[in-house]
Nanobody
Framework: QVQLVESGGGSVQAGGSLRLSCIAS????????MGWFRQAPGKEREGVAG???????TYADSVKGRFTISQDSAKNTLYLQMNSLKPEDTAMYYC???????????????????WGQGTQVTVSS
């Protein structure tokens, strides 16, 4: 049974940093493509960053240069380093996984089969 468990969310002031983690279990991590998504209150869920099994990544324009997605296959863990946080980054952040090989990663949630429960990020001005 595939499980994704996010952690690392919290409350920070604008300009601060957080690192989100997503521990995966129940499948061979290195064979999957992974992604981070977020959903703010009253808004649709949006893709933040995606990464393929070889480490190639893609980012939403709104986070380019501020967020970095990475993974440690030995630890079955996906990360999202978030720097220079802004109030508009406030959202529930979700980790997602798919056995589909998404070259360069993907921000489209339709490709992702498994989802975590989310971790809340709140950025105050």
């Amino acid at each position: 049974q595939v499980q994704l468990v996010e952690s690392g969310g919290g409350s920070v002031q604008a300009g601060g940093s957080l690192r989100l983690s997503c521990i995966a279990s129940g499948y061979t991590y290195s064979g999957y493509s992974m992604g981070w998504f977020r959903q703010a209150p009253g808004k649709e869920r949006e893709g933040v960053a995606g990464i393929d099994r070889d480490g190639r990544a893609t980012y939403a324009d709104s986070v380019k240069g501020r967020f970095t997605i990475s993974q440690d296959s030995a630890k079955n863990t996906l990360y999202l380093q978030m720097n220079s946080l802004k109030p508009e980054d406030t959202a529930m952040y979700y980790c997602a996984a798919t056995p589909v090989y998404l070259y360069g990663g993907s921000l489209s949630e339709r490709w992702y089969k498994y989802w975590g429960q989310g971790t809340q990020v709140t950025v105050s001005s």
